[in-house]
Structures are given as structure tokens and as C-alpha cells.
T-cell receptor, first 110, second 113 residues
């Protein structure tokens, strides 16, 4: 079973920051937080991942709380093309498996 | 080349047909994966190949038969499928296993009549 809880859906205005929360209260010390997104009928796209520290790349920022029980994915300037289902995944470092939860459907509107 | 390709994009088959799905990557990745995604559901892992050997089979029915002929190619052979097997079949690859990031192909949309 997925070890994360995400809101079912969120809206965001184009040009504004999209902040997508994820709860993973049972996360263990060796488990990473991964974020993927899936635009309609396409394959999932890797966004970012982290263990303890906040991470940033060209797509997004990942903020992980100090107790690691939750995280937030930030898309700094959302565009219409960011409309997708966003999956937060907790992945142990000793497994090949990605267990997807139900994700958050982000709708970016003009 | 930084992508995973899958062919065909769409496939329609009858329950008595035999068909194959193909996945290819030229990134030097040594792990490859098959996932199945039903409509409005998240992807579910089916198989993992590591260094061309099957390392995980998530109790998938034998009518799905994976094959990894070489480190760049992964096939999924289909035989005697059921209509409920209709889904998006996704292939992914990663440099190695465990914590390495998986990169997904666009998927094959399969319809079983």
C-alpha cells in the first residue's frame, strides 16, 4: 500500500505558485520522498526527490519538514502545461518498487 | 538519447491473439520495469529486470510473459488476454536498482476485445 496521503484535487491560477502537500507520517529513516507527475494519457514524468534536505531543480522545489512526516512540492510559476496528476511516493532505499498512491489532480486555470 | 520508447502506441487484440509490446532505451540503464495502469488508477508494478535478469514478478498471471533480450530492450508477450487486461502498459528504466530514479516511456494503450 502507498504510504502517502495527498489531496484529491487542487486548483492554481496560471503564473502563481502551486504548492502540493503530501503527508507521510510513517516514513522511516532510509526512505526517500519522490515526486512524479502524469499528464493525461502520458507516462509518469520524474520531477524531484529528497531524503532530508530541501531540494530544488529546474522544474520544482521540494520542502521536507524537519520531522520528515510531510513535504510540499512547489511549482514556482504554474503554467497550463503543468495541469496533471502529481504523485508523492515514499520509497525505501532497499527496494526497486515505486508504489504510487492516488495522487493530486492539479488544474491550472488561465 | 535520453528517453524510453515504446511501441506500438495503441494495440487492439482479441482474446485468442498473441501480441508483443516493445520497450527500448539507449541510456545505458541496467534496470527495466513494466507497469500496468487501469483507467483513473495509479500505475502498478508488474515486473522488474535487473542486469537482464527477472528480479521481481508481482504475481502477474502467466498470460503476461516478459523478456529482456539485452540491456536496451524489454518485451512483454501477451497471450489469451481478457477484456479486463485492457489498460495503459508503461515501461520504465533506471541506471541501476534501488534508489535510482526511474524514467518512464509514453506507454502502450491496450484494448482487449
Amino acid at each position: 500500500d502507498a504510504k502517502t496521503t495527498q489531496p484529491t484535487s487542487m486548483d492554481c491560477a496560471e503564473g502563481r505558485a502551486a504548492n502540493l502537500p503530501c503527508n507521510h507520517s510513517t516514513i522511516s529513516g532510509n526512505e526517500y520522498v519522490y515526486w512524479y507527475r502524469q499528464i493525461h494519457s502520458q507516462g509518469p514524468q520524474y520531477i524531484i526527490h529528497g531524503l532530508k534536505n530541501n531540494e530544488t531543480n529546474e522544474m520544482a522545489s521540494l520542502i521536507i519538514t524537519e520531522d520528515r512526516k510531510s513535504s510540499t512540492l512547489i511549482l514556482p510559476h504554474a503554467t497550463l502545461r503543468d495541469t496533471a496528476v502529481y504523485y508523492c511516493i515514499v520509497r525505501p532505499d532497499n527496494t526497486d518498487k515505486l508504489i504510487f498512491g492516488t495522487g493530486t489532480r492539479l488544474q491550472v486555470f488561465p | 538519447d535520453t528517453e524510453v520508447t515504446q511501441t506500438p502506441k495503441h494495440l487492439v487484440m482479441g482474446m485468442t491473439n498473441k501480441k508483443s509490446l516493445k520497450c527500448e532505451q539507449h541510456m545505458g540503464h541496467r534496470a527495466m520495469y513494466w507497469y500496468k495502469q487501469k483507467a483513473k488508477k495509479p500505475p502498478e508494478l508488474m515486473f522488474v529486470y535487473s542486469y537482464e535478469k527477472l528480479s521481481i514478478n508481482e504475481s502477474v498471471p502467466s498470460r503476461f510473459s516478459p523478456e529482456c533480450p539485452n540491456s536496451s530492450l524489454l518485451n512483454l508477450h501477451l497471450h489469451a488476454l481478457q477484456p479486463e487486461d485492457s489498460a495503459l502498459y508503461l515501461c520504465a528504466s533506471s541506471p541501476g536498482i534501488r534508489t535510482d530514479t526511474q524514467y518512464f516511456g509514453p506507454g502502450t494503450r491496450l484494448t482487449v476485445l
